[in-house]
């Protein structure tokens, strides 16, 4: 069964960094599109990044263009998101989702607060 | 961006009675290959969204008859025949035709 396990959430001062991990297990990791997608505190969902199977693929949210990097390694079936120069509303759950038209399976989240 | 609005924000059901989420989006949703990436995802409260239905109708394993989907173009509607306690939640539409866009949601409670 499709399992995605998000890593990595924490506090972050404004202008701060964090690398965000998911591990993927249950399918053919590199057949996938994946996503990341966020939900701000008590706020709806939010698309960020997605990455298409061999990496060569990639679109960004224009909210994160150019602070947020998207990579996956599928020799370690694993998707990460780094984010450089965070801001107060970047401030959200991040979700690491299977797919990028089609999504369909969801990890449980790692909230990422970024605060000073 | 695509714009996809729902309604209504908030919908309060009775047990066993029907309820109905309509879906609207700013641009036609049928794609190229002629599919029509229209999902439904339920959350319930403290969990990740769960997808209901893909496509507009087609039911994901496991989810049950009661859950429906229909519409074409840019009108979509998610329907329960009859609403159970476990169904509170917050319903999103989202469109994957163009760059990934959700609705902002409809909360269904039980009056």
């Known amino acids: 069964q499709v399992q995605l396990v998000e890593s990595g959430g924490g506090l972050v001062k404004p202008g701060g960094s964090l690398r965000l991990s998911c591990a993927a297990s249950?399918?053919?990791?590199?057949?996938?599109?994946m996503s990341w997608i966020r939900q701000a505190p008590g706020a709806g969902l939010e698309w960020v990044s997605y990455?298409?199977?061999?990496?060569?693929?990639?679109s960004y949210a224009d909210s994160v263009k150019g602070r947020f990097t998207i990579s996956r390694d599928n020799t370690k079936n694993s998707l990460y998101l780094q984010m450089n120069s965070l801001r107060d509303e970047d401030t959200a759950v991040y979700f690491c989702?299977?797919?990028?038209?089609?999504?369909?399976?969801w990890g449980q989240g790692t909230l990422v607060t970024v605060s000073s | 961006d695509v714009v996809m609005t729902q309604s209504p924000l908030s919908l309060p059901v009775t047990l066993g009675q029907p309820a109905s989420i309509s879906c609207r989006s700013s641009?036609?949703?049928?794609?190229?290959?002629?599919?029509?990436?229209l999902n439904w995802f339920q959350q319930r409260p403290g969990q990740s969204p769960r997808r209901l239905i893909s496509?507009?109708?087609q039911r994901d394993s496991g989810v049950p008859d009661r859950f429906s989907g229909s519409g074409s173009g840019t009108d979509f509607t998610l329907k329960i025949s009859r609403v159970e306690a476990e169904d509170v939640g917050v319903y999103y539409c989202?469109?994957?035709?163009?760059?990934?866009?959700f609705g902002g949601g409809t909360k269904v409670e039980i009056k």
């Open positions: 496509k507009v109708s």
């Open positions: 249950g399918f053919t990791f590199s057949d996938y599109y």
């Open positions: 641009q036609t949703l049928v794609n190229s290959d002629g599919h029509t990436y």
């Open positions: 989202v469109q994957g035709t163009h760059r990934l866009t």
């Open positions: 990455i298409g199977g061999s990496g060569s693929d990639i």
């Open positions: 989702v299977r797919g990028s038209r089609e999504i369909g399976s």
